[in-house]
C-alpha cells in the first residue's frame, strides 16, 4: 500500500492569486495523478506527473493554468494559477500501486474555495 | 476507448435494505475492475476489485461480480447502514494505462 499525505487539507483564496498543493507518498512510485473533483462530479484526471520529464496533460488542462512539478519519487506539487472562482474544487493526488495491479491510493484531497 | 458507465444518483435508501449499484464497461483486452469509496470529506480508498471474469470481490459487506459476458460489475450489500452512505465510483484498469473511472454514485441511508 502506499499512503498519500496532501496539504493543504483546505484554504480559501482571493481571485487572480496561485496556490499550491503539495503531495508526499510514503513510498517511491512512478507515476502520479492529480485530479480534480468539482462539486457533486466525478473525478477528472489533470494530468499524469513524471519524474524526471514535463508532466503529460489531458486535453482542456494546460500546464500555463496547472504548472506541476516532480522532483523526485516521492513528492510533486500541483499549483492552480490565476484562480477564479470556477477554480473551486477538491484537488486530488493519486499514486498507482507498486506492484502495477491497477489499484489507486489517493491524498485526502485539498478542498479549494476562491472567492 | 475504453469506458465505464455507473447509475446515476443519488440512491437513497433506508437503512438495512439492499442495495445494488449498477456499472458496466467497455474495454478491449481484459481489464482489472474496481469499486472505490468516498466518504464525506475525504479521498478515495479501494473498497474492492475482481481482476478476471468471474472472479467475486467482497470487503465490508460489498459484494461484486466481474462478468465478462455483459461487461458488468455491480456493487451489491444485503443491508445498508448509515454509515454506507457515501460516493462509489467503479473503475478499470490495464495494464500500462491509466484507470478509467465512472462518474460516481451517491448513496444516502436513512435512519
Known amino acids: 500500500s502506499a499512503v498519500i499525505s496532501q496539504k493543504p487539507s483546505r484554504d480559501i483564496c482571493q481571485r487572480g492569486t496561485s496556490l499550491t498543493i503539495q503531495c508526499q507518498v510514503d513510498?517511491?512510485?512512478?507515476?502520479m495523478f492529480w485530479y480534480r473533483q468539482q462539486p457533486g462530479q466525478s473525478l477528472t484526471l489533470i494530468a499524469t506527473?513524471?519524474?524526471?520529464?514535463?508532466?503529460?496533460?489531458e486535453s482542456g488542462f494546460v500546464i500555463d493554468k496547472f504548472p506541476i512539478s516532480r522532483p523526485n519519487l516521492t513528492f510533486s506539487t500541483l499549483t492552480v494559477s490565476n484562480m477564479s472562482p470556477e477554480d473551486s474544487s477538491i484537488y486530488l493526488c493519486?499514486?498507482?500501486?507498486?506492484?502495477?495491479?491497477?489499484?489507486?491510493?489517493f491524498g485526502e484531497g485539498s478542498r479549494l474555495t476562491v472567492l | 476507448g475504453d469506458s465505464v458507465t455507473q447509475m446515476e444518483g443519488p440512491v437513497t435508501l433506508s437503512e438495512e435494505a439492499f442495495l445494488t449499484i449498477n456499472c458496466t464497461y467497455t474495454?478491449?483486452?481484459?481489464?482489472?475492475l474496481f469499486w472505490y469509496v468516498q466518504y464525506p470529506g475525504e479521498g478515495l480508498q479501494l473498497l474492492l476489485k475482481?481482476?478476471?471474469?468471474?472472479d467475486k470481490g467482497s470487503n465490508k459487506g460489498f459484494e461484486a461480480t466481474y462478468r465478462k459476458e455483459t461487461t458488468s460489475f455491480h456493487l451489491e450489500k444485503g443491508s445498508v447502514q448509515v454509515s454506507d452512505s457515501a460516493v462509489y465510483f467503479c473503475?478499470?484498469?490495464?495494464?500500462?494505462?491509466?484507470?478509467?473511472f465512472g462518474r460516481g454514485t451517491s448513496l444516502i441511508v436513512h435512519p
Open positions: 493519486s499514486v498507482i500501486s507498486p506492484t502495477n495491479t491497477g489499484e489507486l491510493f
Open positions: 513510498s517511491q512510485v512512478t507515476m
Open positions: 506527473a513524471n519524474q524526471g520529464s514535463e508532466a503529460t496533460y
Open positions: 474495454a478491449t483486452g481484459y481489464p482489472s
Open positions: 475482481a481482476t478476471k471474469a468471474d
Open positions: 473503475a478499470l484498469f490495464k495494464r500500462s494505462y491509466i484507470p478509467t
